[in-house]
């Protein structure tokens, strides 16, 4: 069964070790990420993007998706379904559809309206037992034109969005999605520092979490990260050795062309970037 992200978040900060939320595309993206979080005994946050639900046709097939392979696959550590970057009426959306947990992505408007909008969606999150994780301060990206640094989040504008209650804060640290530019300047840990200590226990989100230099991560997480976005670097890997496959030619050797044959070597490689991260996150053996 799913849960939300709470519980997990809290343990996390806690324990000074981050939960990895890995974005889902299909089924071989899915079954890859629960296999490994149940093979290592962690808990793990499936993100899905507005983009990524549309492609899957809609977040009622996600939800029936996750809950069956749950059941199927007897996964037993916690799993939280979660909407990425979503939009208000996103939100509402996968409220209604079953997932666990939501992402409310208000960091494009004006600070007064994300707070208005944020605390309507913390009354919805009660009612229907999620956890919600709002933004402050827009997190670039290669599709925004940001290069070079990314945004600083205002840690006054953090404390007031976290003390509306919201379960899990992202901000941007000079964080990027996406792959970082070569001129990238590295994680703002004095903006990291300042957030912590403004809003306490609640548990940050590191979005881009792909490229990023892993002293970099662990510094992030002993100053209060407990939740970290990884969804390019599957799909790096995933294309890599799809791609692999083809030139080797075997998709033309016996029934290489056998979709369950052609999709393997990608979702064996999701498999082992996820195994890396959450090892890299601390987050192995502490479902
Ligand atoms: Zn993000």
Known sequence: MLVTAKEMLTKA????YAVGQFNINNLEWTKAILQTAQELNSPVILGVSEGAGKYMTGYKTVVGMVNGMLEEMNITVPVALHLDHGSYEGCLKCVEAGFSSIMFDGSHYPIEENVA???????????????????????????????????????????????LGVTMLAAGIGNIHGKYPENWEGLSFETLEAISEKTGDMPLVLHGGTGIPADQI???????????????????????ATRKYIEEGKDLQGKGFDPRK???????????????????FGSVGKA
Request: aromatic share 2%; proline share 2%; hydrophobic share 40%.
């Open 262 to 280: 052609l999709l393997l070597p990608g979702t064996e490689a999701i498999k082992a970037i996820v195994k890396e991260k959450m090892e890299l």
């Open 218 to 240: 662990k510094k992030a997480i002993s100053l209060g990260v407990a939740k970290i976005n990884v969804n390019t670097e599957c799909q790096l890997v995933f294309a890599e």
């Open 13 to 16: 900060k806690a324990g000074k």
């Open 117 to 163: 909008k944020t605390t309507e969606l913390i009354k919805i999150c009660e009612e229907h037992h999620m956890s919600l994780e709002a933004e402050v301060g827009a997190i670039g990206g290669e599709e925004d034109g940001v290069i070079g640094k990314g945004e600083c989040a205002d840690p006054d504008e953090c404390k007031k969005i976290a003390d």
